[in-house]
């Protein structure tokens, strides 16, 4: 192995993730090294602890050899655990969308990574599949990922797997969002609102009346907690649509009702 910088040719550098904190960089070039010459191995590790981040790369001098790694050794069991082993994506904007990724929900706890990928390679080519597995006991939580090169075999996929049974399961598929318009999309339709501090005698229909004056509410719920000496209410409102939460909330806040500074969230 040279300590030279390696020179990347196309399609030479693997991604091997879900290795076990223990794996060091020579357990990974005895495995690897077995299907042809290597340029470089690095373990992503903790720039302060120094500890290894679960994921690492691994460099080929010949993309034939990284294609036949690829093939051979993903979801080989390294210290106890299946690696996961996809090319690696220079590309963050094409990490960042997700196109081609799919979410599988429900899923029979005996399945692991290879299983995912079998049931799904048939739809295409496959560049990460993954079960998401508990951090201490390493056991399935029932959910994992699949990552098409093509978004139109994700679409297939999802379209021809969602509800089967999968051993005694019916398990769900939808295309995986990114947790940015996840957030951006809930930012934009919320539409229940919480109040805070208002007088004990502060009741259902005082609520129901005072936020119908912003559109229509669909629930209200109004309760009492005593502290020490002092009851306070609090309650949620639920309306109909997103915007006209908004202005209540935005007319609400921190204005004094019932004698009270009104707090509205």
Known sequence: MSSQQPVLYPNVSLYVGDLAPEVSEGILYEIFITVGDLQLIKICRDDVTKRSLGYAYVN??????????????????????????????RNPARRRQGKGNIYISNLHASINNKDLYDAFSQFGTISSCKVVLDDKSQDSKGYGYVNFEKEEDAVKAIELVNGKDIRGKIIYTTLFVPRNERLKAIEN?????????????????????????????????????????????????????????????????????????????
């Open 60 to 89: 080929y001098v010949n993309p034939n050899d990284a294609e036949r790694a690829l093939l051979s050794l993903n979801h080989t069991i390294i210290r106890g655990r299946p690696c996961r082993i996809m090319w690696q994506q």
């Open 189 to 265: 339709s919320w539409t229940n609102v919480f109040f805070r501090n208002l007088p004990s005698s502060f009741a259902k229909d005082d609520a129901v009346n005072l936020f119908s004056n912003y559109g229509e509410v669909t629930s209200t719920i109004v309760k009492q907690k005593q502290f020490a000496d002092e009851i306070k209410v609090f309650g949620f409102a639920n309306f109909k649509y997103h915007k006209d939460a908004v202005v209540a909330c935005n007319d609400l806040n921190d204005k004094v009702l019932y004698g009270n500074t009104f707090f509205l969230c």
